[in-house]
């Protein structure tokens, strides 16, 4: 009876696994001659395919390793499905193990996933923790010490050979498509939008770069200086309009505001231009009131003057 059970366990794993084993070798003894492409296990319950020396629970080893499938998993009449563990390089010096999955389903349109991953949890508490339900983590290996990628690219996601959505060592992102988001998102950095990473200034606290235009419905801007109602209070010393003129002559451009030139070279700072406009019109107001005055004057001299002439 233990032969029995033995011999069907050997099958059911030669035919599981696809080998044509030359030689399978237990604990307790070897079964058949030695090959190349046998199953080994050793007395603590490793199981080596193709390797005498396996160096996990199960090692498997591939003779050809040029582009071929090291696992193979189908699961009932679906032949043209699978799942593969395969190396995706044809040099047969390297390994590059890349997980496969194709699917061929479709009915009327409903089509499913080639390759899915899930992580599930039992704890039904579902607490906030910084440890993330499903991690990808990238790291340096060397001389037994890990240490942080720095340079090259972490995460990317590839359309046959086209990228369309990168993520750095350093934490950017890019994407050679449109990102929709439903919900809110908060950016520690800067905003790019248009422009190249290069070409973002390094030194400059701006938060938002545009290279192009802005349409919105509503702009709300928040200044941190005083809004200008100081020019109405009673202390504020109102530029005379005739040192204004002479400023203009020497200037061409009003008092406090940027000539044409600063303009060109920093641009338009939307919330100070904005407080330097108040300004320049609550200060017009003045001047209109002052005027007003005046004229009032004027006409009542030019009354009294009449008055004295009779008319």
Same mark, same amino acid.
């Given at each position: 009876?233990?032969?029995?059970?033995?011999?069907?366990?050997?099958?059911?794993?030669?035919?599981?696994?696809?080998?044509?084993?030359?030689?399978?070798?237990?604990?307790?003894?070897?079964?058949?001659?030695?090959?190349?492409?046998?199953?080994?296990?050793?007395?603590?319950?490793?199981?080596?395919?193709?390797?005498?020396?396996?160096?996990?629970?199960?090692?498997?080893?591939?003779?050809?390793?040029?582009?071929?499938?090291?696992?193979?998993?189908?699961?009932?009449?679906?032949?043209?499905?699978?799942?593969?563990?395969?190396?995706?390089?044809?040099?047969?010096?390297?390994?590059?193990?890349?997980?496969?999955?194709?699917?061929?389903?479709?009915?009327?349109?409903?089509?499913?996933?080639?390759?899915?991953?899930?992580?599930?949890?039992?704890?039904?508490?579902?607490?906030?923790?910084?440890?993330?339900?499903?991690?990808?983590?990238?790291?340096?290996?060397?001389?037994?010490?890990?240490? *942080?990628?720095?340079?090259?690219?972490?995460?990317?996601?590839?359309?046959?050979?086209?990228?369309?959505?990168?993520?750095?060592?350093?934490?950017?992102?890019?994407?050679?498509?449109?990102?929709?988001?439903?919900?809110?998102?908060?950016?520690?950095?800067?905003?790019?939008?248009?422009?190249?990473?290069?070409?973002?200034?390094?030194?400059?606290?701006?938060?938002?770069?545009?290279?192009?235009?802005?349409?919105?419905?509503?702009?709300?801007?928040?200044?941190?200086?005083?809004?200008?109602?100081?020019?109405?209070?009673?202390?504020?010393?109102?530029?005379?309009?005739?040192?204004?003129?002479?400023?203009? &002559? &020497?200037?061409?451009?009003? *008092?406090?505001?940027?000539?044409?030139?600063?303009?060109?070279?920093?641009?338009?700072?939307?919330?100070?231009?904005?407080?330097?406009?108040?300004?320049?019109?609550?200060?017009?107001?003045?001047?209109?009131?002052?005027?007003?005055?005046?004229?009032?004057?004027?006409?009542?001299?030019?009354?009294?003057?009449?008055?004295?002439?009779?008319?």
């Amino acid at each position: 009876m233990k032969i029995l059970k033995l011999t069907t366990a050997i099958v059911f794993v030669l035919s599981f696994f696809n080998v044509n084993a030359q030689s399978l070798f237990t604990p307790s003894g070897t079964v058949g001659n030695s090959g190349t492409t046998s199953i080994y296990t050793t007395p603590s319950t490793s199981l080596g395919i193709g390797t005498t020396t396996p160096a996990a629970t199960l090692h498997l080893v591939s003779a050809n390793a040029n582009a071929t499938p090291i696992l193979q998993a189908t699961a009932g009449t679906a032949n043209n499905d699978f799942f593969k563990i395969w190396n995706g390089t044809t040099n047969t010096t390297t390994f590059y193990p890349c997980l496969w999955g194709q699917n061929g389903f479709n009915n009327s349109g409903y089509v499913l996933p080639a390759l899915g991953l899930i992580g599930s949890t039992t704890n039904l508490a579902d607490v906030i923790s910084p440890n993330a339900l499903i991690t990808l983590t990238g790291r340096q290996y060397n001389s037994g010490v890990y240490s *942080p990628i720095l340079n090259r690219k972490l995460f990317q996601i590839t359309n046959l050979s086209t990228p369309v959505f990168t993520i750095e060592a350093n934490g950017n992102i890019s994407s050679s498509g449109s990102i929709n988001a439903s919900g809110n998102s908060f950016l520690n950095g800067k905003l790019a939008i248009g422009i190249t990473n290069t070409a973002l200034p390094t030194t400059s606290t701006h938060k938002l770069y545009v290279g192009g235009s802005i349409i919105c419905e509503e702009l709300v801007v928040k200044l941190q200086a005083n809004w200008p109602d100081y020019v109405f209070t009673s202390n504020y010393k109102l530029m005379p309009l005739s040192q204004v003129k002479k400023y203009i &002559a &020497a200037n061409n451009h009003l *008092p406090d505001v940027p000539a044409a030139c600063e303009i060109e070279e920093n641009g338009v700072a939307t919330g100070e231009m904005l407080n330097i406009q108040m300004k320049k019109i609550e200060e017009l107001t003045l001047y209109l009131i002052q005027m007003e005055e005046r004229i009032k004057e004027m006409e009542l001299q030019n009354k009294a003057l009449q008055n004295a002439n009779g008319q």
